[in-house]
């Protein structure tokens, strides 16, 4: 398994990974979109993990210069319990580190417990905010 940069061959690799791991209806989380807008920002911050000829995994992440964020980190189940999710963490993390980020934010819905304790394994913690987002367009 590597990690290495996203590259627009991974695109429909990409498409079928997020469509197969989200369910999210909302027409701002389309993964053709995001992957879109991601690539249109050009800071080398979204990453694949490939096994062999697959892609197994991916991470979508940003740096706003006050905060990063992990947007976006799927991994295909076939796939789970390989180590893949947290060595895209890791390498997110460094590369944000590389760009002296403080801090890295990220976002799960209340009731994904396995993903929460995912993440606390890998050194995040809850904090208690209210996430507040105003959709501007439908």
């Known amino acids: 398994m590597g990690i290495r940069q996203y590259e627009d061959q991974d695109y429909d690799a990409i498409i079928e990974l997020f469509s197969s791991c989200f369910d999210y209806p909302a027409p701002h989380n389309n993964p053709h979109l995001s992957i879109q ?41 076939e796939f789970r319990g390989r180590g893949i999710g947290g060595a895209l963490v890791d390498h997110t993390v460094t ?16 009731g994904n417990h396995q993903v929460i304790g995912f993440y606390e394994k890998h050194g995040f913690q809850v904090e208690e905010r209210i996430s507040m987002g105003r959709c501007l367009y439908n």
């Open 37 to 77: 807008r991601k690539t249109m920002m050009g800071d080398g911050l979204f990453f694949v993990s490939q096994t062999g000829k697959r892609i197994s995994g991916a991470v979508m992440a940003g740096w706003d210069g006050h905060r990063g964020w992990i947007y976006s980190l799927a991994v295909l189940p």
């Open 95 to 110: 590369e944000l580190e590389k760009r002296d980020c403080p801090k890295v934010n990220l976002q799960v819905l209340p």
